[in-house]
């Protein structure tokens, strides 16, 4: 785990896994499957099973579970924002973060930034 001597900073040895991997079982794969279905938040489950947001998205998209929409986190809104507020577009700062587009529009919208005007294509 943490290698230390008197008076030094902690340090990880390299041989140490910052995170153990867990892999849950298919009961307990079945059990997120029903949890998620009946309301629970993703992020709840992944504190539940002490494993990653991403590993419970994984498992509902495998047992074909309709995943409900991911909100951006408050750092992602904040670098949104600043985006497109510097002059890019909502279809620049959406690929630039990975997201749908109209995920992006709402976001942006909800953060109380005015949009501007749609772009008209040059044919």
């Known amino acids: 785990m ?5 008076g030094d900073t902690p340090t990880v040895q390299a041989n140490t896994p910052i995170r153990p991997w867990t892999r849950l079982s298919p009961a307990a794969q079945a059990e997120v499957a029903q949890r998620y279905a ?4 993703s992020t709840a489950l992944a504190e539940d099973f002490r494993v990653a947001k991403s590993t419970i998205l994984r498992i509902l998209r495998e047992n074909s579970v309709v995943v409900r929409r991911q909100p951006l986190t408050t750092e992602q809104m904040k670098q949104a924002v600043m985006l497109y507020e510097s002059g890019r577009s909502l279809s620049q700062v959406a ?3 990975s997201v749908n587009q109209e995920t992006m529009r709402v976001a942006i919208i909800k953060a109380g930034v005015e949009l501007r005007p749609p772009t008209q294509s040059k044919i």
């Open 2 to 6: 943490l290698a230390t001597e008197a």
């Open 38 to 41: 009946s309301g629970e938040t």
């Open 95 to 97: 690929k630039e973060m």
